[in-house]
T-cell receptor, first 114, second 110 residues
Framework: ETGVTQSPTHLIKTRGQQVTLRCSSQ?????VSWYQQALGQGPQFIFQ???????GRGNFPPRFSGLQFPNYSSELNVNALELDDSALYLC?????????????FGQGTRLTVV | RKEVEQDPGPFNVPEGATVAFNCTYS??????FFWYRQDCRKEPKLLMS???SGNEDGRFTAQLNRASQYISLLIRDSKLSDSATYLC???????????FGTGTRLKVLA
């Protein structure tokens, strides 16, 4: 087990609604990254939080936003949901920004937008 | 051209076989390389980092060729439990962003 937990595990939302996904990072890790994985594709980087600040963003629109809390847990918020937002959302926890040592993923939240 | 490219497979191999996957990357500034394993509908799990000198972990061997910008993963004596999707991951030193390939599916047959 990685010690990275995400909630909820599954979610069904209607187009236009808003959703909040949560992630608790592994003990000792100060960096959380979020990824979106569509069916049959590799995960795509959304953004990363390091010590409560956004530390880089992928090619996602502003309706994808996030937060990191003092205990290093994190939230991903998506506004105005679209059908194409249906995917597995993965949270990755790491130290030293994960670039050298690898990151550890939570089990993911499977979001379905109808 | 995708930043990280992998043959999606599937690779169907018998138990006990040796199988190799390659992955190419386009950014010559890439510094960190990993292989992750992902089972169906589960999260990716770190299999191994890839070092410049190559590295081995049991039945798994990873190689890096910087000149040709490719990474390989060799699995010896395949087990049924090795059936999964293998994701190649690249990151530029000091950055925060992992670039994933689409994954290579492996199915080990009894």
């Amino acid at each position: 087990e990685t010690g990275v937990t995400q909630s909820p595990t599954h979610l069904i939302k209607t187009r236009g609604q808003q959703v909040t996904l949560r992630c608790s990072s592994q003990s000792g890790h100060n960096t959380v990254s979020w990824y979106q994985q569509a069916l049959g594709q590799g995960p795509q980087f959304i953004f990363q939080y390091y010590r409560e600040e956004e530390n880089g963003r992928g090619n996602f629109p502003p309706r994808f936003s996030g937060l990191q809390f003092p205990n290093y847990s994190s939230e991903l918020n998506v506004n105005a949901l679209e059908l194409d937002d249906s995917a597995l959302y993965l949270c990755a926890s790491s130290s030293q920004q994960g670039a050298r040592v690898g990151a550890f993923f939570g089990q993911g939240t499977r979001l379905t937008v109808v | 051209r995708k930043e990280v490219e992998q043959d999606p497979g599937p690779f169907n191999v018998p138990e006990g076989a040796t199988v190799a996957f390659n992955c190419t990357y386009s950014n010559s500034a890439s510094q960190s390389f990993f292989w992750y394993r992902q089972d169906c509908r589960k999260e990716p799990k770190l299999l191994m980092s890839v070092y410049s000198s190559g590295n081995e972990d049991g039945r798994f061997t990873a190689q890096l060729n910087r000149a040709s910008q490719y990474i390989s993963l060799l699995i010896r004596d395949s087990k049924l439990s090795d059936s999964a999707t293998y994701l190649c991951v690249v990151a530029t030193s000091g950055t925060y962003k992992y670039i994933f390939g689409t994954g290579t599916r492996l199915k080990v047959l009894a």
